[in-house]
């Protein structure tokens, strides 16, 4: 029988993160998913079952991480689904402090993460990075979100080269109906949305579990090092 792996999802206890987690125990493996709250973590554990662990971890406490790594021990693959709404707005007039939050929110948990994992980290296992298509599309308005989202997208390639074997790979959502949207009320959502849609090549906004479908098969793909996948529907085709 093959040896069971075992993959730490940092931000796994809600949307794309949740998402990948049921993939990897429907496929048989080993998953930790880490989060910021128990109770989002435990509805995870209830929901899902499985051979399923959860941490209370913020990845913006970067001083912790290191125990943290050192308390789950080995594992083979690391996912950072962490996210951040911070920096959007006209580049105009949008606030150098939220963009700096965003990038506190987004790109320095996404470093300091990746690095305190390496010690326990299979050499020749994965990481994969979450960007968003903000990195890609000139989409006006997203100047500060998409300036976090391409320097975690420009980690890919430095790291797959630094760190072989090690494959390091990521994956740019688009639009994709998570609790990123929650700053929306469902009145306010159901609009955005249907813009969106509209505008998306494939008629729709995406769903997580086609975030966790690319995640899941850069896991797998033992050949693929080094890319960006873009998830959006085609999103930034249009703008």
């Given at each position: 029988?093959?040896?069971?792996?075992?993959?730490?999802?940092?931000?796994?206890?809600?949307?794309?993160?949740?998402?990948?987690?049921?993939?990897?125990?429907?496929?048989?493996?080993?998953?930790?998913?880490?989060?910021?709250?128990?109770?989002?973590?435990?509805?995870?554990?209830?929901?899902?079952?499985?051979?399923?662990?959860?941490?209370?971890?913020?990845?913006?406490?970067?001083?912790?991480?290191?125990?943290?790594?050192?308390?789950?021990?080995?594992?083979?693959?690391?996912?950072?689904?962490?996210?951040?709404?911070?920096?959007?707005?006209?580049?105009?007039?949008?606030?150098?402090?939220?963009?700096?939050?965003?990038?506190?929110?987004?790109?320095?948990?996404?470093?300091?993460?990746?690095?305190?994992?390496?010690?326990?980290?299979?050499?020749?296992?994965?990481?994969?990075?979450?960007?968003?298509?903000?990195?890609?599309?000139?989409?006006?308005?997203?100047?500060?979100?998409?300036?976090?989202?391409?320097?975690?997208?420009?980690?890919?390639?430095?790291?797959?080269?630094?760190?072989?074997?090690?494959?390091?790979?990521?994956?740019?959502?688009?639009?994709?109906?998570?609790?990123?949207?929650?700053?929306?009320?469902?009145?306010?959502?159901?609009?955005?949305?249907?813009?969106?849609?509209?505008?998306?090549?494939?008629?729709?906004?995406?769903?997580?579990?086609?975030?966790?479908?690319?995640?899941?098969?850069?896991?797998?793909?033992s050949f693929i090092d080094g890319h960006v996948i873009t998830c959006d529907g085609g999103l930034r085709l249009v703008g």
């Amino acid at each position: 029988m093959p040896v069971q792996q075992h993959t730490v999802i940092i931000g796994g206890s809600t949307g794309i993160g949740l998402a990948t987690a049921r993939q990897l125990l429907a496929l048989g493996h080993r998953v930790t998913i880490t989060g910021r709250t128990e109770q989002r973590l435990e509805a995870a554990k209830n929901e899902l079952g499985g051979d399923l662990a959860v941490l209370v971890l913020d990845a913006a406490d970067t001083d912790r991480l290191p125990n943290a790594f050192a308390g789950i021990g080995a594992f083979d693959h690391l996912v950072l689904s962490l996210g951040s709404g911070k920096g959007a707005g006209p580049f105009a007039s949008v606030s150098l402090d939220e963009v700096r939050q965003g990038f506190e929110e987004k790109v320095f948990p996404h470093f300091a993460t990746a690095q305190a994992a390496l010690p326990s980290l299979r050499k020749d296992g994965s990481i994969t990075f979450i960007s968003a298509v903000t990195a890609q599309a000139a989409m006006p308005g997203t100047a500060g979100i998409g300036a976090a989202n391409a320097a975690v997208a420009a980690l890919v390639p430095i790291l797959a080269a630094e760190l072989r074997p090690l494959r390091v790979n990521g994956v740019s959502p688009g639009v994709i109906d998570t609790p990123w949207w929650d700053f929306l009320t469902d009145e306010q959502k159901a609009p955005v949305f249907a813009d969106y849609a509209a505008k998306t090549p494939v008629g729709r906004v995406g769903q997580p579990q086609d975030v966790a479908q690319a995640i899941v098969f850069l896991i797998a793909n033992s050949f693929i090092d080094g890319h960006v996948i873009t998830c959006d529907g085609g999103l930034r085709l249009v703008g």
